[in-house]
């Protein structure tokens, strides 16, 4: 009897069954958590967001959020990050100047929406409560700076600002006013306003050389 295996000249490539890459079961508990405790946030506030209204909402269990996020209030700055950031992120494009004037008219139409009222839920909780606090700021605040320090770096390295800027008190001018206005509602957030008060702040960002050119 012969030993030489069968082929199936019927099969072709194109019949063969590929199988495709997926998203990790891990991966996809993530995602579905995280839309449903920013969903919660959106809806409720963050007066009524708790873990078992998320772990309801999302189909999962309690022990499984606790697991990825150790309290309340690191996961609502984890489904906050996650719903805003892909759309606040700068460009890594243009000028220096151009991808701070996008990124903060960006920020202030975002904030102009229900994700606005997060944020006010967010700093408000931290007043009182300082792991709410620390998570804010931690998981936002921070990596918000050092992100908007690179841009200025790239301004700095580009010849475009001084070369002696103080990036802090850059930070602090461009985006101060933006919670300045959300906290305390003395007047609208309005990106022709914020595009007023960037370039203010970035004129005073420039180089002697970049100002002649302007």
């Not at 580009?158 to 006013?177: R, V």
């Amino acid at each position: 009897m012969s030993n030489t295996p069968i082929v199936d000249t019927n099969r072709t490539e194109s019949t063969v069954s590929v199988r495709k890459p997926c998203r990790p079961r891990g991966d996809a508990a993530r995602v579905a958590i995280l839309e449903a405790a920013y969903a919660q946030m959106e809806e409720f506030g963050l007066a009524g967001f708790t873990i078992e209204g998320v772990a309801a909402r999302a189909g999962a269990a309690k022990t499984t959020i606790y697991r990825w996020w150790p309290s309340r209030e690191s996961l609502a700055v984890a489904a906050f990050l996650a719903a805003a950031l892909p759309k606040i992120n700068f460009t890594s494009t243009g000028s220096a100047s151009d991808a701070i004037q996008t990124q903060i008219r960006k920020l202030v139409a975002v904030y102009e929406g229900k994700t606005g009222r997060v944020v006010r839920d967010l700093i408000a909780a931290g007043n009182s409560d300082p792991a709410a606090a620390t998570a804010f700021v931690e998981g936002y605040v921070r990596p918000r700076r050092i992100a908007a320090r690179e841009v200025l770096q790239r301004g700095i390295d580009s010849g475009e600002f001084k070369p002696d800027l103080d990036m802090e008190a850059a930070i602090d001018a461009l985006y101060g006013p933006v919670f300045y206005r959300l906290l305390v509602g003395h007047g609208p957030l309005d990106v022709t306003w914020i595009t007023n008060v960037a370039s203010l702040v970035l004129a005073g960002c420039k180089s002697n050389s970049s100002a002649v050119l302007l």
